[in-house]
């Protein structure tokens, strides 16, 4: 996973196998993830999402928002100091 902070916005990177080990989790696994095993870009501009693109912008790209939001809530509190 990877992240980039400028000014107000915030974009985070998550790989192929962040997204798979993110959704098989021992304890927490989301099972029938959508985004399990794809890449998923985020960008946030004062807390908003502002852009989204899974596995680049080819395919599927739709996603239930109550996981994005979960994904990406785990990955901020796992790096507070993003």
């Known amino acids: 996973m990877r992240h980039k902070r400028l000014?107000?916005?915030?974009?985070?990177?998550?790989?192929?196998?962040?997204?798979?080990?993110?959704?098989?989790?021992?304890?927490?696994?989301?099972?029938c993830?959508?985004?399990?095993?794809?890449k998923v870009f985020v960008e946030f501009h004062d807390g908003d999402l502002v852009d989204i693109q899974i596995n680049g912008g080819r395919g599927d790209r739709d996603c239930g928002g109550h996981e994005l939001n979960a994904m990406v809530d785990d990955a901020l509190n796992a790096h507070p100091k993003w």
Do not use: Q
């Not at 000014?7 to 099972?31: C, M, Q, V």
């Not at 993830?33 to 794809?38: F, P, V």
């Open 7 to 31: 000014g107000r916005n915030l974009k985070i990177w998550f790989s192929e196998s962040d997204t798979y080990d993110w959704a098989h989790k021992p304890g927490a696994a989301w099972p």
């Open 33 to 38: 993830s959508a985004l399990s095993d794809k």
